[in-house]
Every structure is written in structure tokens, then in C-alpha cells.
């Protein structure tokens, strides 16, 4: 077989195999496979039909290669992502590089083996599917007390930005918000004009 009819047997035969995913969207309420959920038994199975995949990062794209270890003449098969940043909190550049290439590496596979993402077939996959309970939303998440504080602090970054111009006051409070939930409920309430400048600022920062 050439390098293009195993990649179809090697994906033919991986979606017969039940793996369970291990990433989970809290918000969404849905799981998606992480790249330790399925790597393992998507290299035994490159390895079992004779194919060889390696993946290499560039300034602007990272890129797998899928060539046929039984025939190394024939025809070689080419993926290829944009590369993208990090910014983790704590994180030092080379962490984050760490970060960008693990995620790149995943996509990557994803790629490789058409492994379907959340969408309309998660939804209704069989019964052997977790059932999920219906997502509560970000107001449902946040303590009473919390609310007022973070409504408080909505007010305050509005003025900060309508009244006195000061879209590095107004960032800066935000950032003041640590948790996801709280963070997600205070942007929600922001007026639409601040939370487009505070996004603005906040991508100067990472390109500065």
C-alpha cells in the first residue's frame, strides 16, 4: 500500500477503538481528547502499518511529515499549522514555547487521524457517552458576596475609562480578578466599548 492508503487504514481502524477523553470544558460541558488520551495508540498504530510521522516548528508554521517506513520513496504526506503564543501567568518564554508546541503537536495529530472536535456529533454520540448535566451559567457560579464586589468593580473600571481616560487604570483592575468563573461574570457586565479597549491593550502588552 502506498503512504495514503495506510494513513486511511490507520484512521479506519484508530475511530474503532474506545478511548476515553480526558479533557473537560467546564464551561461548555463537554470533554475533547488530550494529546496523552490518544498519542500512544496512534503510534502503535503508525507503527503496526509502516508509516513514520515527525513534527518540526518554524518561525511561522509547524509542520508534520507522514512518510511510508516501508517505502521511503513513496509519496510523502504534509501537515501543516500557524504557529501561536503563549502568555501563562508565572511562566517563563521557554514554558510557554513548551506550551505552544505541545498544543501545536495535538492539532497536528488531530489532523492526522480526522479526529472529530466538539460539535453537533459529540452531542449525540451513543449511549455508552457520559450524560452531562445542562451547563449552569456564570451567574449561577459566582457567590452573592462576590457579585456585588465584582459589580462594584465594573463601575469602578467604567469610570476609570469613560471619565478619566485611563485604559491602563481600567486593565489593571481587571487583572485584579483571578478566578475564571468571576472573571467571565465581570467581563459579561462591562460595557461593550471598554471590553473592546481593554482587549486592546491587553495584546499591546503581549507584543510589547
Excluded at 6 to 35: I, P
Excluded at 50 to 73: W, Y
Aim: with cysteine; glycine share 6%; charged share 25%.
Amino acid at each position: 500500500m502506498n503512504t495514503y492508503q495506510k494513513l486511511n487504514l490507520v484512521r479506519a481502524t484508530f475511530h474503532e477503538k474506545s478511548l476515553k477523553k480526558s479533557g473537560l470544558n467546564k464551561f461548555a460541558g463537554y470533554q475533547y481528547f488530550e494529546l496523552a488520551d490518544f498519542l500512544v495508540p496512534a503510534l502503535q498504530l503508525f507503527g503496526l502499518h509502516g508509516l513514520t510521522a515527525t513534527i518540526s516548528f518554524g518561525l511561522e508554521t509547524a509542520t508534520m511529515t507522514i512518510v511510508n517506513s516501508d517505502k521511503p520513496d513513496d509519496a510523502v504526506i504534509t501537515l501543516t499549522s500557524p504557529m501561536s503564543e503563549a502568555a501563562l501567568k508565572g511562566c517563563h518564554p521557554v514554558q510557554n514555547l513548551g506550551a505552544v508546541q505541545t498544543y501545536l503537536t495535538r492539532y497536528l495529530w488531530v489532523q492526522a487521524l480526522c479526529i472529530v472536535e466538539h460539535d453537533s456529533i459529540d452531542a449525540t454520540t451513543g449511549k455508552d457517552t457520559p450524560t452531562h448535566k445542562p451547563t449552569r451559567s456564570t451567574s449561577d457560579l459566582v457567590e452573592d458576596d462576590r457579585k456585588k464586589y465584582l459589580l462594584d468593580l465594573k463601575v469602578g473600571i467604567e469610570s476609570l475609562f469613560f471619565e478619566n481616560d485611563d485604559i491602563v487604570g481600567a486593565y489593571a483592575q481587571c487583572q485584579k480578578v483571578t478566578d475564571a468563573e468571576e472573571k467571565t461574570y465581570l467581563w459579561d457586565k462591562l460595557d461593550s466599548k471598554v471590553r473592546s479597549a481593554i482587549k486592546k491593550h491587553g495584546e499591546s502588552l503581549k507584543g510589547a
